[in-house]
């Protein structure tokens, strides 16, 4: 499988910003259909936040709206989430998601079950 590392985390005051990165190896994100960011509190589950799809169309869970953007950089393997605006309760460890093989010849795919997680990055907002 393809191995997903996120790193950026860390504290921050309120209302501050912070950009997590994933990093991919092992393959490319290219053949990943979905790419996605979700996050979990402590006692709590594990929420989608947003996810980039494989050609470039983009979706947001409503927690995400308005404050995070997502995005894939294919050159650098890599997938950030950019927060903005943050508060004290987007605390939680956020993880970085692969989902969908796509092996595509063109923009003509074929898909196959695969996903796989990263080991979390801890983001805590606090003053």
């Known amino acids: 499988q393809v191995k997903l590392v996120e790193s950026g985390g860390t504290l921050v005051q309120p209302g501050g910003s912070l950009r997590l990165s994933c990093v991919a190896s092992?393959?490319?994100?290219?053949?990943?259909?979905?790419m996605g960011w979700y996050r979990q509190a402590p006692g709590k589950q594990r929420e989608r936040l947003a996810r980039?799809?494989?050609?470039?169309?983009?979706h947001y869970d409503n927690s995400a709206k308005g404050r995070f953007t997502i995005s894939r950089d294919n050159a650098k393997n890599t997938v950030t989430l950019q927060m903005n605006s943050l508060k004290p309760e987007d605390t939680a460890v956020y993880y970085c998601n692969a989902d969908r093989w796509a092996n595509c010849s063109a923009e003509l795919c074929s898909f196959f079950d695969y996903n796989t997680w990263g080991q979390g990055t801890q983001v805590t907002v606090s003053s």
């Open positions: 092992g393959g490319s994100i290219e053949n990943i259909y979905a």
């Open positions: 980039a799809m494989r050609g470039g169309p983009t």
